[in-house]
């Protein structure tokens, strides 16, 4: 094969070698980098009030909900679907959480871990629609949204569901670290969590990739059908995990809350660079995504900025932030 | 931001911002702020059930630590935390709109939504002489402000017509296309249908359009607050009266309030800025004129 | 023979055994009663043309279509396979015609995909991923990184992942569809090279390719197939590329075009007009410094290892890539087009090397492939389409191409490779234009097809027409081509006359810094032999 | 024909090339057919209401914003894209129709032809940001959502505006075929457009190639960039009409409406049958996905089915129409 080895193409993928992981690493770097400037903006806007660490701990605590879905929804774009049902499935996991723990008595651990695995129901059902049902995710996830929001209806009585038990309050609120909301720390292992499934499991493996060539997954003998389930699963895990932290924060399931949710999430997963298209997959870059949308929000509030014009700036700055993504993209693939 | 030392800030964080009530609450504050030289900022979420958004506005406020905090509270429980910041803050909080079960706020300017709706009833039952069927189109499932006046009215109906059957109430969001849907469908499928009523500006505007598509003119329609188009049912009589509130009022008074506060005046715990029934008759009475918004 | 030590041994174990297979499509009956033998130690070539039911016998007998019927026996037993995983974990390894690979997934992670060994059934384990894909490449020879993403890699790379992804399951029988459609005459060679090596007396291969000439060198067997069934199978070494070629198309094939290269007249082109014109054409990262000029009716050969700039070029001229520097005239006038679309309007066509990435709309009929650039010019009045006019058109587009379809509403996916081929072909011959561009034009296409497509080229030529036709098939290049272009590293190193035109001159300006690769490229009897030979030759030069 | 006549597939031939377009007329017949099934069932539960005239125009009455919507939609999701700006860009062309014919005092006619164009002015915003700046569909449509939804509220004054003209309601609910609103003409008349648009024009034939595969659009001569603005640009007239017709229903345009109506447009298209993958749109499929949305909507509500319940019930028989929808496709491809 002496031949490839003289060939320029060859010295191309030479350079390839370093250049995948790499290049991940450095695209990260550069979406911090937005994130950064971003900062350093309302910063200087802002000197007395933005950069003080209580604000900082607001705008993290104001990422947790937001991140929570859009760590579940990674995966489920990376595989090129769409997770609808995340915003309404929140608000039906609290509402179970409040039946749970409050309704019925359950232990506040195990009524949080049952929550939880209802997420994880709801993914199943997802999936089944998508995997086995062949149904395109987008239509699948909406009817779940519409059947999740009503069900949070139904089931609550159309009342929020108040938490006695501190201890569930405690869950988002705590603080275990001095000054660090627990709610906080639980979005950062999630994430740590989510990244080691991302990048260091068969999970993330075939879900890049059936979201870059699912046929040919199916060819190389992938389950593919069986790994779609596993990802909605995942999914429908951390949009459980986001329905117990939002009721722990409000202290109350609010059964009518959620709607909206899922595109602020959707938001963060592209801002961060995974592509909707599948087969692109980093959760760095979707907690970095996040951090941008609530650190824009909470800045045009704290500047103060008419409530009207602070949704025409958000969707400009997210604009032009995705904007210069790509422009690095860009110059990275012709560099 | 701006030089804080000189000027008053006071922070009103609503229970919604889009929404014509609201934005009669904010031009009212509006007013009653620039009159006394002080800046107000204005926030609230994009619909009333979104809590979460509400308390991210509130804690932000909070952060901004202006002088004064108004709030009208989407869920008490929620807001507690900030609430109490602000509070260890030094910073007094009015509560506005509906209470909040705290002892931290010094005054609450509310009135009584489900009181409101009952009086609206009352004067439903008398348009239909006591029986019949009557739609109720309410703009919110959960929150307060849909709960107490579906509730309020629902009660009202017991209370004064015996013979009265109160349709399953749908929600149209406070949509008025949806809302007119809704009216529309309800108008069908209810021949014998006496009476509508819409629990909110939207939900009121759209029940008239559906009675009006429909083609029935012989219904009793009942609104909610005010805005143009149901001050000009009302004077045309497509409408046969409406309850408002006094939005503009309440955000006068929530900022005065403050500003007494600020002052180290004494104020009253408990505000009430009520409600009034309008109809053509009284439309022009200096009260309601001064009530309505358009 | 080039590899006299292994003699063909059909008395070797019988490794296959295939009986009346039968498989249908809608609409389509591509296998019907087919058979197949394979034996221990033979390398078995699978002749037909396009659409002879190739590529579906070989998804049948690796389990990616399920038979209709038919016998199936693999070293004597029944042949059961859930999938291609399953078969190639049994021993029976395909390398599919469609490159298969996962574009983001690394060279390491497509080819042990489903095999990672994961650590408690569920971790990955990249560095033991690594030292098993460099084992395995070093084993193979292969000068490929582990760490590479498949969508980094050419076509030709890409294929040599497939490769060393079949040869990582210990097999024993290796199917192979086209393997060297996509590669030039040095890396086709190197494959070759590979799978002598892979045949020992308890392993055997099925190759199937539309290059007759390589078959000569790398095949013990032929079989030939046609409309699905058996039609011939025979010893390679007595048979003539005539016999082989009539027996596939059923009616006797005049091949004298490739017997007699390089053509015997070339038009006196100094006199002919420049219609286009290319100076110091920069486009990075594969094009460095290019300059030609095409004369009309002149039909302008482009040849050069993987990798040249020839396809690169060809994109950066209608700016479909964009380019630093260098000036385009047509017809004196300077032109800079920033999308192919302006080329187009301005009557110059590409033809795409990469049919399945760059070239087909795979969901869409085969109508609506086929009519897509005449749309615009031909068949459209204020914006409203003329469908039947389209329709007319493409239909007889078709049986001028011989295009083997049900219908033209038949998804295009369903066609045979080569027929998709055509009907991208037939896209550009639809709308009127002067210069036409052909990145590999017969990649996959067979010898009859492709002898029609040659004298498809020779006719719009003589109409007046100039092409541009870059191969990596050597001996398509000399037949065709009036002037032949070589490229290397981005940048032309000559432009020879047909006349002085042949495989030594062209592979020494093209494999730059390769001179001792092609030594021995001298051979006997040049002229009728040329073509076929040139391929096992440059092998020599390797091992 | 010669070959096609030699070929092995000799027997199907003669069937075959009549089949293409009858397969597609076929389809939509049997989705109709669900619209149908649908409309019968609600007719036998309540046989005296649902099926009366006076109910089916109401029905109609109420498809016709997001018919228009999803008119748009098809288009966009045809080239493998998607729009979710229409709902708040819905409203802001609302406000600007009541800006030019209220606050300007520019005649009726001419407002509504602005208040379109402008919608076409928001579809080119979104085709720069999709075709010349690259960015994803969804992101660049989600930031023009909240563009539009905060310009709404800036250019109003948070504040709807009433229109006097009655010529201006009348486009909507007068009834220039008796009993007829026009509004449902307007309807009828945009979908023949967007049919011919779709099925006998290049931008149909340009926005299915695009869809199929860009690239190799691209390098067939298909000028991409400037069709798929094209088709950004018909999406948002559709945009535009639809907000004359809204704030001509209401008599006033609402700056605070919109919001939601997106995902509602999209699932008309989808369940009509186009593929959010691109390369596959019908027309007639929308606008029977658009009425089986708002058949079941009607159908609920004069059941008087408890609102949570119709959420509920709404997706569910989404799903299943959908996957009807799907076995029917599956049947055909092995048909
Ligand atoms: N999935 C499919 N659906 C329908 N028809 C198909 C399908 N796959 C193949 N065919 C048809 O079966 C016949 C044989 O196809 P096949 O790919 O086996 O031909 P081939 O010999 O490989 O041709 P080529 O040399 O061009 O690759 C062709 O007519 C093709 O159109
Ligand atoms: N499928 C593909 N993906 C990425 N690049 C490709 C592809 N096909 C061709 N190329 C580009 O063309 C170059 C060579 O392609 P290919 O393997 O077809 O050899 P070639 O066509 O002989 O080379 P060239 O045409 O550039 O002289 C590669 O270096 C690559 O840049
Ligand atoms: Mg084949
Ligand atoms: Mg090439």
Known sequence: MSTLAASPAREEAGTGRPRGPRRVRLQQLLAAGTLVLIFLAFSIASPTIFPTWGNIVTILYSTVVIGLLALGATFVITTAGIDLSVGTGMALCAVMSGMFIVNWGIPVPLGIVLAILFGGLIGLINGVSVAILDL??????????????????????????????????????????????????????????????????????????????????????????????????????????????????????????????????????????????????????????????????????????????QDVLLGAVILVAVFIDRLRRRAERTA | GRSREDVTHIALVSKGFQHQFWQAVRRGARAEADENGVVLTFEGPPAETDVEAQITMLQNAVTRNPDALGLAALDSRAAALALDEAHSKGIPVVAFDSGVDSDIPLATVATDNAAAAKEAAKHMCELIDGTGQVGIVAHDQVSLSGTDRRDGFLAGLEEYG????????????????????????????????????????????????????????????????????????????????????????????????????????????????????????????????????? | MTDPQRASDPEGELLLEVRGAVKTFPGVRALSGMRLDLHAGEVLALVGENGAGKSTLMKVLTGVHRPDAGEFRYLGRPLRVSGPLDAARQGLAIIHQELNLIPALTVAQNIFLRREHPAAGLFTRPRDLEARTRDLLDRLGMDLDPSARAEDLTVAQQQMVEIAKALSFDARVLVMDEPTAALNETEAAALHALIRDFV?????????????????????????????????????????LDEVVTKMVGRPVDTSGRAHAPRDAPPEGEDRPVLLAVEHLRSEPLVHDVSFE???????????????????????????????????????????????????????????????RLGLMLE?????????????????????????????????????????????????????????????????????????????????IDVGAKEEIHSLLEELAAQGRSLIVISSELPEVLRLAHRVVVMAEGRVTGVLEAADADPESVMRLAAVEEAPAHPRTTDPDPAPERGRTDAPATTEGHR
Chains 1, 4 share one sequence.
């Open chain 1, 136 to 309: 395109p995710p987008f239509i699948a996830t909406l009817a779940m949204m519409m059947v999740a929001s009503g069900l949070a209806l139904v089931i609550s009585g159309a009342a929020p569901i108040y938490f006695e038990a501190p201890s569930y309050m405690g869950f988002s609120t705590g603080t275990i670290i001095p000054s660090i909301p627990n709610a906080v720390l639980v979005l950062a292992l999630a994430a740590v969590i989510a990244a080691v499934l991302m990048s260091r499991t068969l999970l993330g493996r075939y879900a890049t990739a059936i979201g870059s060539n699912q046929e040919a997954a199916e060819l190389a003998g992938v389950a593919v059908k069986k790994w779609l389930m596993i990802v909605y699963i995942v999914g429908g895990l951390f949009t459980g995990l986001a329905g117990v932290m939002i009721s722990a924060r409000l202290g109350s399931a609010q059964p009518a809350t959620g709607m909206g949710y899922e595109l602020d999430a959707i938001a963060a997963v592209v801002i961060g660079g995974t592509s909707l298209s599948g087969g692109r997959g980093t959760i760095v870059g979707t907690m970095i995504g996040a951090l941008i949308i609530s650190v824009l929000t909470n800045g045009l509030q704290i500047l103060s900025i008419p409530q009207e014009w």
């Open chain 3, 294 to 356: 095409l004369r009309e009716g002149e039909i302008l050969g482009f040849a050069g290892l993987m990798g040249a700039g020839r396809t690169e070029t060809a994109r950066a001229l209608i700016g479909s890539l964009p380019r630093q520097r260098g000036e385009v005239r047509l017809r004196g006038r300077p032109v800079a087009f920033r999308s192919p679309a302006q080329a187009a309007r301005a009557g110059i066509g590409y033809l795409p090397e990469d049919r399945k």
């Open chain 3, 200 to 240: 020992t007396p308890r392993t055997g291969v099925v190759f199937i390719s539309h290059r007759m000439e390589e078959l000569r060198g790398l095949a013990d067997r032929v079989q030939v197939i046609r409309d699905g069934e058996y039609v011939d199978d025979f010893p390679m070494a007595g048979a003539t």
């Open chain 3, 364 to 444: 869409s009929s085969v109508l609506a492939n086929m009519e897509l650039s005449a749309l615009g010019s031909r068949f459209q009045r204020a914006g409203l389409v003329r469908r039947a006019d389209a329709r007319q058109a493409a239909e007889e587009q078709a049986s001028a191409l011989r295009i083997r379809t049900p219908h033209l509403e038949q998804p295009i996916k369903n066609l045979s490779g080569g027929n998709q081929q055509k009907a991208v072909i037939g896209r550009w011959l639809m709308r009127e234009s002067d210069v036409l561009i052909f990145d590999e034009p017969t990649r996959g």
């Open chain 2, 162 to 294: 015996s013979g009265v059957e109160a349709l399953e109430v749908q929600y149209g969001e406070g949509d008025q296309a949806k809302s007119a849907d809704i009216a529309r469908s309800m108008v069908t499928a209810h021949p014998d249908l006496k009476g509508l009523f819409g629990t909110n500006e939207g939900s009121a505007i759209g029940v008239l359009k559906g009675v009006e598509e429909s083609g029935r003119t012989d219904l009793a329609v009942i609104g909610f607050d005010s805005g143009r188009a149901q001050v000009e049912a009302i004077r045309s009589g497509e409408m046969a009266g409406a309850v408002t509130q006094d939005p503009m009022q309440m955000g006068r008074l929530t900022v005065r309030t403050a500003i007494e506060a600020l002052a180290g005046k004494k104020v009253e715990k408990m505000i009430d800025t009520g409600f009034l029934w309008y109809d053509a008759d009284n439309i022009d009475s200096d009260d309601v004129q001064r009530a309505v918004y358009l």
